[in-house]
């Protein structure tokens, strides 16, 4: 499993990297492209999602005795890709003042990209200027014009389908052909229409034609959450590790648990990282001559609180104090629905890609509305593969239709009429969720926590965040656009409506796993950690390209971004070393 | 489904597999041949098959050698199950597929979740069936259980005393379809037709037609 072991480090790399998810995969990628070389620290195991070993993809439920049930170590169900989830085993965090924080983690090569949804939104030109356009928050350093070419270069390298619609904020691409919609995407076109809601092919990294031959083509299994055999979908591990490792650039080291960023008292530079063999709890140290973090927006944040020295007694790279706020998350709500039409449908194979063939990118105007940013909303149903929960609360939904003698049915039941009902709901329930930005504000953060750590004696974080009427009222509009949407196409909403003291079913912070912001970037080393080119202001050979350094959200999803700015930053990094700058 | 199929389904040719470094044991494990073994044996090794973590392995292996319910609970969750969901013209019952078996696991799966509810629940039941027929739940007549699930299945009867029965017959009747339907005899009765490698190309023709859409 740790192929790439190393017991001491007499060597002095390069570069060092924590983390290989998105951020830390694409740098490894174009470091190790550029020569140099470069040690990749990944807390978790090795992960290919080819090997036998590691296989979920196309397998049935009743291989899973639990028939594809979540666990505490798959919470997105038994089959998903991902090793970690929100609790693990010796590694917790807390909160503070009433705050309910999710916090989802990844131990793996590839990180959390093994679990996505394969979403690949840039960010558009207004996304880089909020604070221009409503007042509130602040603008990024950069434009959409400065990351543009880098979009350009990730949707090349990686490969996204989509349409280019020539929307203002949803920027055209290099696209990949889209799969054509499901049938129930067809019907929400056509419905959304009459209402004036966009919806057009989404936008996912996975690769309806073959780009390069690394990488097979999608072969329509719809299971991307499951780490595609193929390589047809992206995640870090498969499209971005794995040719940095065939460079022979870079050494690997599994199971390694940063604990600290080092440095040198007399000049301030980053050294290296101290870190933990989770395997034999062995304090281990690693020396490079530039630190790139790539832990996730909250452990890296973390890793630099807890790297707290006499010349940095707030942390490293804290000087300006924002390490750590102005956390925030994606806003989330969702609401399902039965559409009558599709009873006892015509069964065909409509498995498709991964996740949505179609979604509606923000079409409003947030002058005209009563919340400042905006949402997209993502679209499911179909009739896809049986799974632990199918048929689930069957007792709120046959009551509320016709059997198919035309007579009212009587809610719940058992025998052949029962059975005779799960055969004809299925493939007839849709599903939206809105997904949006919410405003970073300073007071929602993480911390380290005084008090407790976690099984490697590293200080856990400690979260406080609070949703505001920004966000709630949000997911208000969320909620009344899903009935709008279910009431004109005649499908019935199920559940109820969440109320204002539900906060209008708002996920909690943390659950949409988009969370950005604590080490963020600016032109003000006062008010920022960062400079435009991810660097910290305050130790010049230590850079961040995960999600940490956004200065906002977007009502997008934070991948594609990542992978272009962690792009751009290693461009940067390589010719100032060139430079002799670094 | 042959390797050289699945392939070809996949898009890629011998070379370009060479090119992927692929082991050509990686494509055939996506298709392992299919375990004869019946769904209801507890240690099928079908479970192993499907890239587990050793720590995972080891909980399920632990789930897999522990006796949740007793031999007389098994029973009466194997007839209500039936009840639920019986042999009908188009496919086996809720037994047939496993479902039994299935609930036991859960039930150490999710020990939190299910255990008291659901043993709580099985008793409530037998005490109803000795309170009105003076014999546990499985010694009565197939009349006399339909007697007792009629005032239990329907939620909004709301039959006085009854409304704890209602949430574990609720309960069970979940349990079951989640069973049913993920299973061999469940997926092919409800139609599923995925799972296989293919090229997506919208619905077909008569679908969209039938729906407007053409």
Redesign the interface.
Known sequence: MSDFQIKTTPTVYDVIIVGSGAGGGMAAYELTKAGAKVCLLEAG?HFDP????????????????????S?R??PFG??DAA?GGWDIEGEPYTTKDDTKFRWFRSRMLGGRTNHWGRISLRFGPQDFKRKSIDGLGEDWPISYQDVAPFYDEVDRLIGVFGTNENLPNDPDSIFLPP?????HE??LQ?NNKKLGITTIPSRLSILTK?IN?????C????QCNRAC???ADFSSSSCLCKPAMKTNNVDVVYFAMAREVLTDAKTGLATGISYVDTLTMEEKTVKGKIVVLAASACESARLLLNSKSARFPEGLANSSGVVGKYLHDSTGASRGGIVP?LFD?????????GGLHVYSPWWLDNKKLDFPRGYHIEYWGG?????????????EEN?LFPGRDGQPK???????G??DD??RF?GAYIGMAGRGEAVAREDNYCEIDPEKVDKFGIPVLRFHYKWSDYERLQAKHMHDTFEQIMHEMGAVPLGKKPTAEQDYGLNLPGEIIHEVGTIRMGDDPKRSALNKWQQAHDVKNLFVVDAAPFVSQGDKNCTWTILALSMRASRHIVEERKAGKL | MKRRNLLKGIGLGSLSLVGLNVPAKAAELLYPAPTPTPEVEKKDPVFEQFGRTEYEKVRDAKIFAEQFFTKHEMQTITVLVDIIIPKDTHSGSASEAGVPAFIEFMAKDRPEEFQTPLRGGLSWLDNQAKRRFEKTFIEISDAQRIEIVEDIAYPNRKKPGMSQGVVFFNLMRNLTASGFWTSKIGIQDLGYQGNVPNQWDGPPEDVLKQYGLG
């Open positions: 195991q080819a090997d036998p070993k590691y296989i979920t993809q196309m397998k049935w439920p009743y291989q899973s005795p639990r028939r594809g049930a666990t170590y798959r038994d089959f090793y799969p054509k919609p499901r049938l067809m019907m056509k073959a031959n690394d990488r097979g083509a072969f329509y299994c719809s055999i193929a390589y039409m449908r015509k069964r065909y194979n409509e498995d498709g890609t009739m896809d593969m049986p799974a632990y929960g199918f048929g689930w609360g069957i007792e009551g009587e809610a719940g039941g058992y025998g052949a029962l059975k799960y055969r299925y």
